[in-house]
């Protein structure tokens, strides 16, 4: 009798502890994500439509002029030092709050900076380099970049596919992902609206997906749009936003990009929603980041878009990509858009390992929210212990995983045969074959 009262009085304790435990860890999530509130990163780096407009009115021959509104980061500094007091979690835990805090902390900091050099030095803090190496730690994003631009020029000019891309307005995209967010989300699904006032063509946030009027879309983009911003975006925001005890899986923050972004790149990948045009305007950006870099002004990128798409309205906008927050004289970049690439590396490489060592379990873990991969450890801990909830909202191919688990045991294996070899003997077979005339034409 003796040893079973010790049982239950140590299960009691055990249930206190955690009890304790989570009341820690949700009051400084709390107190992150109240801190975050106030970071809007790209809310406060956007350019007025009218930016836009008086830049093609001056012929595009003088640097756009850019007023920011005051951006004060008291408010978030003060929340932050507020929130790290209440890291008393056990240290994984720990580890993982002070790295949100500072990410949160130095954002507030680049938007305080923008306009001025300092604002690259947050940037490159938060984002990266494109020089900087990946986990290969032998290339770099840019060499990948580079090496894309290369192979895409080969097939410059030839057709690849069977029919031109139907042109598709504004106003059909909208109807289409409306269609599907409502399939995807139910009750919970995001308003889906047009409005003028947008410099990019798309936008989605967890309540609302805003779509510019006017703007022209091809059908592929459509399908990239759902696949990306609708089944990762708005679903990590509402996965996130069901968490009671972890609230900063609701809050879209700095250190969560490559991953979030990568998820999103992959959803177009797996879903073949992606071309190599989407393909090459994410390499571009990685490019042109390391003009701006380098020296290049606003004028010297733009005309590098314009040679490259030769529409005006598009090479300003992936230009304004590049400048936001910056210098537009040069020098000084906003860096974000070099983690598409490499978040989708991330992604791809984390997803084939996973399969390889037959952990697939982990998959669902990489929606419950806005996270890194780096933080799955400690998001897998804290839902063994029903502190962190499952994600109700998955992607299609996340869902039913009978292909990705096939591509990606395939895709594994791949990498077990040396490409060296077998690329010397399928080169001398290709040199014997003569050039192929387009049927179409």
């Not at 305080?112 to 030095?121: E, L």
């Not at 269609?179 to 919970?188: D, H, I, P, R, T």
């Not at 839902?383 to 688990?405: E, N, Q, T, V, Y």
């Amino acid at each position: 009798m003796r040893f079973r009262g010790a049982f239950l009085n140590l299960t009691r304790y055990d249930t206190m502890s955690e009890n304790r435990e989570t009341l820690r860890i949700r009051n400084a999530c709390g107190l992150l994500s109240q801190a975050s509130r106030s970071v809007r990163i790209l809310t406060h780096l956007s350019w007025p439509v009218q930016v836009r407009e008086r830049f093609f009115a001056d012929k595009e021959k003088e640097l756009p002029r850019v007023v920011y509104s005051e951006f004060d980061p008291s408010d978030a500094l003060e929340r932050v030092v507020l929130a790290r007091a209440s890291f008393k979690c056990e240290q994984i835990v720990n580890e993982w709050l002070h790295i949100s805090a500072f990410n949160i902390e130095t954002a507030a900091k680049m938007l305080a900076a923008r306009g001025t050099p300092d604002f690259f030095r947050y940037s490159a803090e938060l984002y990266g380099l494109p020089h900087d190496l990946l986990s290969d730690h032998e290339n770099s994003t840019l060499q990948l970049a580079m090496q894309f631009d290369s192979t895409f020029e080969k097939f410059e000019g030839m057709e690849l596919a069977g029919l031109d891309d139907s042109i598709v307005t504004a106003s059909e995209v909208a109807s289409a992902i409306r269609l599907e967010v409502q399939k995807a989300f139910g009750e919970k699904a995001p308003k889906v609206s047009l409005v003028d006032d947008l410099s990019a063509n798309a936008l989605a946030g967890p309540s609302r997906i805003r779509i510019r009027r006017g703007a022209i879309f091809t059908d592929r983009d459509v399908q990239q749009l759902i696949h990306h911003e609708a089944h990762v975006h708005v679903g990590t925001w509402l996965n996130g936003l069901a968490q009671p005890n972890v609230s900063i899986l609701a809050a879209s923050r700095p250190g969560t990009t490559a991953t979030q972004e990568g998820l999103a790149v992959f959803s177009e990948f797996i879903t073949g929603s992606m071309d190599l045009n989407r393909f090459r305007r994410l390499a571009d950006r990685v490019i042109a980041i390391q003009m701006a870099i380098d020296g290049a002004d606003f004028l010297d990128v733009y005309r590098f878009y314009l040679e490259r798409i030769g529409d005006r309205e598009q090479a300003f906008e992936n230009t304004r990509r590049v400048f936001r927050g910056g210098l537009l004289s040069g020098g000084s970049p906003f860096t974000k858009d070099i983690l598409y690439l490499e978040g989708l590396l991330k992604v791809h490489n984390f997803l084939r390992t996973m399969v390889s060592v037959g952990r697939a379990d982990c998959l669902r873990l990489l929606f419950c929210g806005k996270l890194d991969l780096e933080n799955l450890p400690v998001v897998g801990i804290l839902a063994s212990r029903g502190i962190c909830h499952p994600p109700k909202f998955l992607p299609p191919w996340a869902k039913d995983m009978r292909f990705l688990l096939c591509y990606l045991t395939y895709s594994s294996f791949l990498n077990k045969i040396d490409l060296a070899q077998v690329k010397v003997h399928y080169e001398q077979m290709l040199q014997a074959i003569p050039r192929q005339a387009d049927p179409r034409n």
